[in-house]
């Protein structure tokens, strides 16, 4: 069973950065899709951007575009989010997630991984 682990998350002023991990273990299937979500009280999870493997595509929401990057570490078992120009609306909790499917989802249904989860405080 794939497992994901977050880290990096913590409290920013807006205007910062920061850089969120997801360390994913036990991946046995070449084609995958790794994507991160965030959820804030009382709000739907939203996909913020995915990484795919078999081509290195990309895919940000447009809320996030310009300022946040999806990244494959090396080996590619370690998924990152480079978060810049942090504004309040970014605060959540951030979550990792996997699909085995050549493939990404954008519907949170089709994750069958996911981690617990970082938080990311933006105070303004």
């Known amino acids: 069973q794939v497992q994901l682990v977050e880290s990096g998350g913590g409290s920013v002023q807006a205007g910062g950065s920061l850089r969120l991990s997801c360390v994913v273990s036990r991946f046995t299937y070449n084609n995958n899709c790794v994507a991160w979500f965030r959820q804030a009280p009382g709000k739907e999870r939203e996909l913020v951007a995915t990484s795919l493997s078999a081509d290195g595509s990309t895919y940000y929401a447009a809320s996030v575009k310009g300022r946040f990057i999806i990244s494959r570490g090396n080996p590619k078992n370690t998924i990152f989010l480079q978060m810049n120009g942090l504004k309040p609306e970014d605060s959540g909790m951030y979550y990792c997630?996997?699909?085995?499917?050549?493939?990404?989802?954008?519907?949170?249904?089709?994750?069958?991984?996911w981690g617990q989860g970082t938080q990311v405080n933006v105070s303004s």
């Open positions: 997630a996997a699909a085995l499917f050549a493939w990404c989802p954008r519907d949170a249904s089709r994750f069958g991984s």
